[in-house]
Nanobody
Framework: QVQLVESGGGLVQAGGSLRLSCAAS????????MGWFRQSPGKEREGKER?????????????TYADSVKGRFTISRDNAKNTVYLQMNSLKPEDTAVYYC?????????WGQGTQVTVSS
């Protein structure tokens, strides 16, 4: 059974930092593009889909970021530990959301349960 378990969320002041982790089990993460998405309460009520934040290729050689987080967030992975990370610096109140880890390839797409990040102004 595939499981993605996020951790590292919490409450932080604007300008602060957090590091999210996503531990994968039941799959070999080195075969998957790993990524982070987020959803804020307001957008969930509006019925909008989760917002892409960043992803990283199976070998870690390619990373992609949403324009809203470029230069502030860094995604990385440790395939030996089946874990992907999201280092978030210079956090803003608009970064407040539930952050979800994803693992996808051509055959499947898996999601974690999410971890709450709250940035106070």
């Amino acid at each position: 059974q595939v499981q993605l378990v996020e951790s590292g969320g919490g409450l932080v002041q604007a300008g602060g930092s957090l590091r999210l982790s996503c531990a994968a089990s039941g799959l070999f993460s080195s075969y998957y593009v790993m990524g982070w998405f987020r959803q804020s309460p307001g957008k969930e009520r509006e019925g909008k889909e989760r917002e892409f934040v960043a992803d990283i290729s199976p070998t870690g050689g390619r990373t992609t970021y949403a324009d809203s987080v470029k230069g502030r967030f860094t995604i990385s992975r440790d395939n030996a530990k089946n874990t992907v990370y999201l280092q978030m610096n210079s956090l803003k109140p608009e970064d407040t959301a539930v952050y979800y880890c994803s693992a996808r390839n051509s055959a499947s797409n898996h999601w974690g349960q999410g971890t709450q990040v709250t940035v106070s102004s």
